[in-house]
């Protein structure tokens, strides 16, 4: 396993020198969406930073009057303190008056922080719904968005290290104007011992990121492997079945061998930095040495050599911070770009010229010749596939697991573009209606439909969201499903939040939840309702009871259902049988029971397993 890890580290995404800097320019574009989120706090930093970036040069600067100011005082037989006492006054007032400053950095870095994280989660929420459910299936875009998605906090840090970074340089240009006016020579020195420190820094972070990014995939197997190992969804078969250890090792492994790759950067950057670090301190000793032979020749005042000697500590550290948060800066900028490549990942064009949808279905669909192969596969799921669905009819599809008939239904709802043929809706390809007025036309439930961690009456408003608050409507829906039954269990009815995930939770069952999704269906007042599957967790009695209300509610609607239980399926008008991606038979029950094909097989079967 380490050696694939390895190798992929090799292969994968080798950023180089140059697309740590690259990234940089996607800062300018980082700073603009923070001042659209907020200008006046922005505003309130930037003045604030501007201040506390001169303030550490006059402070030194009254450092040296006072003691230059006590040295004069000292020789004179009559002094006065007046003078030096104002220094001392003015000093303290400019410390407290720092301590404010900072204060209020961290306080408006902070506050801007959670403002832009907001702003940026509802913005990656939103993308994500634009982007194609084809596009999300797609392992390459799931790693954008998962980068986009976890980084949020580093681009958080990534505010105050740049803000940071131009007080930074405010206060360095400062320290070297003063260190230049007494003493030029100290800053070449000063340079030299900085610039190593900075170049290691620099390979080092650009190394780590390389090795985090080629590891996104990983990384959410890692997520993976938690999740599954340490929660109360997975608990009862991993206990039962013994997976605790296979889990573990499984997640020991993968972490195991990025832990080793990322020890041995991390070591090497350490000892590196180290030596780098010792060259500083020799430096600023240098500088001091020289500084102190400065004031025993009488060159310059002591007052000068707590000036100089402070501005050169000072300076050093300042450089340290500036060259270390470049670093930083940099790193994130990459992950910053992460961000806005998945912000302006493409969309489909929505303003195209579109055909308006008919008010209501006079004709109905049409499949024709319809082939399909899911993206990056080589197999077709749909091999020519022919049938109508006309205006108000009742269609089941039927067929064995993996027959292709959720996959018919995504391309009716157009999730996926068939790779040939057509379909049609009133004698018009699909394609030519605006998306999403053509999806509002449907009311679906499929057979993996979420189980929203929401207050009961919220999960069934899901259908409709726009009529959350409307309980009339809500518990309408709940009796038609039968979700009303379930109602009677809970202490809080309709408020009751649902799952254990937040307190006062309440786990409903399988077939509950099925209810529950159920109902959503009869929210909208959807023109064609598809129900996939949504029965299979009901009991014998309830899914008859269902399937019948559904009949009679829907009788005017085109609707189609996908059932495993022919006791359901025999109800609809018309029966499309599908094999590996071809349909086989089309027919109403009578019909199909005379073929003796596959379906009055399959029906046979089940009828002897009930009898
Ligand atoms: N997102 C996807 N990417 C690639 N292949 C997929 C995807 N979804 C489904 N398939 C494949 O397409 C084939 C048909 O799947 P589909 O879900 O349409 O079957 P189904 O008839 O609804 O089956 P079931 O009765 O088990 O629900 C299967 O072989 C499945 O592996």
């Known amino acids: 396993m380490p050696r694939r890890k390895l ?60 003691v230059d100011e006590i040295l004069l005082q000292i020789e004179l037989s009559n002094p006065d303190y007046t003078q030096l006492w104002t220094y001392v006054a003015v000093e303290f007032g400019l410390i407290i008056l720092s301590e404010l400053f900072g204060r209020a950095i961290s306080l408006t ?18 993308k994500t719904n634009q982007i194609n459910i084809s596009q999300l299936e797609d392992p390459d875009y799931y790693d954008k968005l998962e980068r986009a ?49 900075f170049i290691n820094e620099i390979k080092f972070s650009q190394q780590q990121y390389s090795l985090a ?18 929660n109360n969804k997975t608990a009862k078969e991993i ?94 900028a990459l992950y910053l770009k992460d961000y806005f490549d998945f912000i302006d990942m493409e969309v489909e064009d929505q303003s195209q010229e579109t055909m308006p949808l008919p008010k209501s279905i006079e004709i109905g669909f049409e499949f024709r010749n319809v082939r399909f192969a899911y993206p990056e596969s080589n197999s077709e799921v749909l091999k020519g596939v022919n049938f109508t669905l006309k205006a108000g ?17 995504k391309l009716m709802l157009r999730f996926y573009e068939p790779t040939s043929g057509e379909i049609l809706l009133d004698g018009i390809n699909i394609n030519q209606f605006n998306k999403a007025e053509y999806q509002e036309y449907f009311g679906v439930i499929f057979q993996d439909f979420f189980r929203y961690e929401f207050t009961l009456r919220e999960n069934i408003a899901i259908g409709h969201i726009d009529e959350v608050e409307n309980l009339e409507k809500i518990k309408a829906a709940a009796q038609l499903s039968l979700a009303n039954e379930v109602v009677g269990d809970l202490e809080f009815g309709y408020e009751q939040q649902l799952g254990r995930r937040f ?24 023109k064609v309702m598809i129900l996939d599957e949504p029965t299979s967790a009901l009991d014998a009695k309830a899914e ?22 022919f006791s359901t399926v025999r109800q609809a008008d018309k029966i499309v049988v599908l094999k590996e991606g071809k349909i086989l038979e089309v027919g109403t029950h009578i019909e199909l029971m005379q073929n003796k094909l596959l379906y009055s097989e399959l029906f046979t079967l089940q009828a002897e397993g009930y009898k």
């Open 7 to 66: 190798n992929s580290l090799k292969e994968k995404n080798k950023t180089n020198f140059k697309s740590s800097f690259n990234a940089l320019s996607f800062i300018p574009r980082f700073f603009k969406e923070i001042w659209n989120i907020n200008k006046g706090l922005f505003l309130i930093s930037a003045i604030c930073r501007l201040i506390a970036a001169l303030l550490p040069v006059v402070i030194l600067w009254i450092g040296k009057e006072i």
């Open 109 to 126: 870095d902070g506050l801007l922080g959670d403002e832009y994280n907001i702003a940026t989660s509802v913005k990656i929420i939103k």
């Open 149 to 197: 998605r976890t980084q949020t906090t580093g681009r958080v840090g990534l505010l105050s290290n740049v803000l940071a970074q131009a007080q930074s340089i405010i206060t360095i240009t400062s320290l070297i104007v003063g260190l230049i006016y007494f003493e030029p020579l100290l800053i070449i020195l000063l340079v030299l011992s900085i610039i190593p420190a």
């Open 213 to 230: 990014r080629s590891w996104t995939s990983e990384r959410r197997e890692l997520d993976y492997l938690r999740f599954i190992g340490a």
């Open 239 to 332: 206990k039962l079945f013994g997976l605790t250890d296979f889990v573990v090792n499984r997640f020991k492994n993968l972490s195991n061998s990025y832990y080793l790759l990322n020890r041995k950067l991390s070591i090497r950057r350490a000892s590196l930095g180290f030596l780098f670090n010792v060259l500083g301190t020799v430096a600023y000793y240098g500088a001091y040495v020289f500084i102190i032979f400065r004031v025993l020749t009488g060159v310059i005042t002591l007052g000068e050599l707590t000036f100089l000697s402070g501005s050169f500590n000072r300076l050093m550290k300042s450089l340290q911070d500036f060259f270390a948060r470049f670093t930083r800066i940099s790193e994130s």
């Open 393 to 409: 009819e009742k269609m089941a599809f039927v067929g064995q697991n993996g027959a292709g008939k959720t996959t018919l239904i």
């Open 503 to 526: 307190s006062n939770g309440v786990e409903l069952s399988g077939g509950q939840w099925q209810k529950v999704a159920l109902a959503r269906a009869y929210m909208k007042n959807a």
């Open 544 to 565: 008859s009871e269902v399937f019948t209300r559904f009949i009679g509610l829907t009788e005017s609607k085109t609707s189609i259902i996908i059932s495993h239980r």
